[in-house]
């Protein structure tokens, strides 16, 4: 049973912070089938403080200040960059719109190995959260929807899920960090983008004002009612528009459960602040905002279910397997390899209304990821059942089809089957496809949602190598 080292760190609006973990991979294949390996087995063997993200100003992250930090840690564990292989990077809520994210993308990226790199939009960062606090898991348990409420500085990011699979996902504009205090409840910063809200329900809230504790409580009373209403679907999202960032969908589930991760999450652990003192002591509206949330949620016929993990719902790491794939059954395109990062949208065979069922799925990997122009994504086949040549030229013709249509500037449609299909589909494809975009698709690969591959140069004229790097949650 191999082991690897992984570090996952999460830069987020408010707090930034690192945890090691050591991943166990175990073949979970039989012997007389193609390798297959899992992380069979993880333990988190260092935890760094939770330190305030630096910034050089309200727009821009302190890059050095960040990588000293890093370094700083990584002294402290023992451990140089090199000696890291595995891991994964998310830059989360505001501080993804910073306008040096970029920069701070690339310069981890160059020096992370096979790390995952990732700006994460607020709907990956609401799937990412649901993962690690155990809302994805604990819904497998149970036969209702599970919502996970992920409250850091800047946004609140909810993820539905229902056995394990995202159904939905939607963010607002709730935080600790859009209004800062001090201990004498003297406004020094509102964030723009909850000042709509603020006048759409006519509260004055400028910097330099001072407000009390009651009138703090008030406006994040009517700002967790607000959220919770829409949630519930007391509220439709049109009625919200302000206080909402974006959403994967116009109508969101009915939900069953709640859990509530995040920096506001563990703070609704702790005693309720009962002076502007206690309030402010992270100079912001967090504290105040998690009593008010608990309160509010007393009001709702919602099971609320403890998280396993909040403001250190994150990702522990990203694990790493490789597996060579036999070119008797693949299509690829050699000019456009290798492809690093390119995260992964499962979707199961349906032969009801196929054009709408995989436009669902593509629309639902362009809210997720939208930073990569020629490869968007990959999509993965699972559970294919075997379909006939013209079963399967359809399926080719409305991927295609979709694909062209909501993706005309993308020059690659990745797809990874688990079954030996992909040559044939391929082939399939390559005549559906516009003359300037091309096709890679790959077959013997389990891979899930949410998960990022690597697909290296061919070895020879019969195998590529695939690098699927799972996120693994605490």
Same mark, same amino acid.
């Given at each position: 049973?191999?082991?690897?080292?992984?570090?996952?760190?999460?830069?987020?609006?408010s707090?930034?912070?690192?945890?090691?973990?050591?991943?166990?991979?175990?073949?979970?294949?039989?012997?007389?089938?193609?390798?297959?390996?899992?992380?069979?087995d993880?333990?988190?063997?260092?935890?760094?403080?939770?330190?305030?993200?630096p910034?050089?100003?309200?727009?821009?992250?302190?890059?050095?200040?960040?990588?000293?930090?890093?370094?700083?840690?990584?002294?402290r564990?023992?451990?140089s960059?090199?000696?890291?292989?595995?891991?994964?990077?998310?830059?989360?809520?505001?501080?993804?719109?910073?306008?040096?994210?970029?920069?701070?993308?690339?310069?981890?990226?160059?020096?992370?190995g096979?790390?995952?790199?990732a700006?994460?939009?607020?709907?990956?960062?609401?799937?990412l959260?649901?993962?690690g606090?155990?809302?994805?898991?604990?819904?497998?348990? $149970?036969? @209702?929807?599970?919502?996970? =409420? %992920?409250?850091? &500085?800047?946004?609140?990011? #909810?993820?539905f899920?229902? +056995?394990?699979?995202?159904?939905?996902?939607?963010?607002?504009? $709730?935080? @600790?960090?859009?209004?800062? =205090? %001090?201990?004498? &409840?003297?406004?020094?910063? #509102?964030?723009?983008?909850? +000042?709509?809200?603020?006048?759409?329900?006519?509260?004055?809230?400028?910097? @330099?004002?001072?407000?009390?504790?009651?009138?703090?409580?008030?406006?994040?009373? #009517?700002?967790?009612?607000?959220?919770?209403?829409?949630?519930?679907?007391?509220?439709?999202?049109?009625?919200?528009?302000?206080?909402?960032?974006?959403?994967?969908?116009?109508?969101?589930?009915?939900?069953?459960?709640?859990?509530?991760?995040?920096?506001?999450?563990?703070?609704?652990?702790?005693?309720?602040?009962?002076?502007?003192?206690?309030?402010?002591?992270?100079?912001?509206?967090?504290?105040?905002?998690?009593?008010?949330?608990?309160?509010?949620?007393?009001?709702?016929?919602?099971?609320?279910?403890?998280?396993?993990?909040?403001?250190r719902?994150?990702?522990?790491?990203?694990?790493?397997?490789?597996?060579?794939?036999?070119?008797?059954?693949?299509?690829?395109?050699?000019?456009?390899?290798?492809?690093?990062n390119?995260?992964?949208?499962?979707?199961?065979?349906?032969?009801?209304?196929?054009?709408?069922?995989?436009e669902?799925?593509?629309?639902?990997?362009?809210?997720?990821?939208?930073?990569?122009?020629?490869?968007?994504?990959?999509?993965?086949?699972?559970?294919?059942?075997?379909?006939?040549?013209?079963?399967?030229?359809?399926?080719?013709?409305?991927?295609?089809?979709?694909?062209?249509?909501?993706?005309?500037?993308?020059?690659?449609?990745?797809?990874?089957?688990?079954?030996?299909?992909a040559?044939?589909?391929?082939?399939?494809?390559?005549?559906?496809?516009?003359?300037?975009?091309?096709?890679?698709?790959i077959?013997?690969?389990?891979?899930?949602?949410?998960?990022?591959?690597?697909?290296?140069?061919?070895?020879?004229?019969?195998?590529?190598?695939?690098?699927?790097?799972?996120?693994?949650?605490?």
């Amino acid at each position: 049973m191999e082991a690897i080292k992984s570090v996952g760190i999460d830069i987020g609006t408010s707090t930034t912070k690192l945890i090691l973990s050591e991943l166990r991979l175990g073949r979970v294949s039989s012997h007389f089938a193609l390798p297959h390996f899992d992380i069979i087995d993880r333990k988190v063997t260092y935890e760094s403080d939770i330190i305030s993200t630096p910034m050089k100003n309200g727009d821009e992250i302190d890059l050095m200040a960040l990588a000293g930090w890093l370094e700083q840690e990584y002294r402290r564990i023992g451990l140089s960059l090199s000696d890291i292989k595995s891991g994964a990077v998310i830059i989360t809520g505001e501080t993804a719109i910073k306008k040096n994210a970029d920069a701070l993308l690339h310069y981890l990226a160059e020096r992370s190995g096979d790390f995952v790199v990732a700006i994460a939009g607020a709907s990956l960062e609401g799937v990412l959260a649901g993962r690690g606090s155990g809302s994805s898991e604990y819904s497998k348990k $149970v036969k @209702g929807i599970v919502a996970n =409420i %992920d409250i850091g &500085g800047g946004t609140a990011n #909810v993820a539905f899920f229902q +056995q394990g699979k995202v159904l939905d996902t939607i963010t607002f504009h $709730v935080g @600790g960090r859009l209004i800062e =205090i %001090d201990s004498a &409840g003297e406004v020094s910063a #509102v964030s723009p983008s909850l +000042q709509l809200w603020l006048f759409s329900k006519n509260f004055l809230v400028e910097k @330099g004002m001072r407000l009390t504790l009651k009138q703090l409580s008030e406006l994040s009373s #009517v700002l967790c009612k607000d959220m919770l209403d829409c949630l519930v679907g007391k509220m439709p999202i049109a009625a919200v528009k302000s206080l909402v960032h974006s959403a994967s969908s116009e109508t969101l589930p009915m939900i069953d459960e709640v859990m509530i991760s995040g920096g506001v999450g563990r703070l609704a652990l702790e005693v309720p602040p009962s002076t502007l003192d206690d309030a402010a002591k992270y100079n912001d509206i967090g504290p105040i905002l998690a009593g008010e949330l608990i309160k509010a949620l007393k009001n709702y016929p919602l099971s609320v279910v403890e998280a396993a993990q909040t403001s250190r719902a994150t990702v522990i790491g990203a694990g790493m397997q490789t597996t060579k794939i036999s070119g008797a059954t693949i299509s690829i395109a050699p000019e456009h390899l290798p492809l690093r990062n390119i995260p992964v949208v499962k979707m199961s065979y349906s032969d009801t209304a196929l054009e709408q069922y995989i436009e669902r799925f593509f629309l639902q990997g362009k809210e997720l990821f939208h930073g990569n122009f020629e490869v968007p994504f990959a999509i993965s086949l699972a559970e294919m059942p075997y379909l006939p040549y013209l079963k399967l030229k359809e399926l080719a013709e409305v991927l295609g089809k979709v694909y062209t249509r909501l993706f005309p500037k993308a020059a690659v449609l990745v797809v990874v089957c688990e079954n030996d299909m992909a040559k044939a589909l391929g082939q399939a494809l390559r005549l559906q496809l516009a003359a300037d975009m091309d096709v890679i698709c790959i077959d013997q690969v389990v891979v899930e949602h949410g998960d990022y591959i690597d697909i290296g140069e061919p070895l020879n004229d019969t195998m590529v190598p695939v690098v699927v790097k799972t996120l693994a949650f605490s």
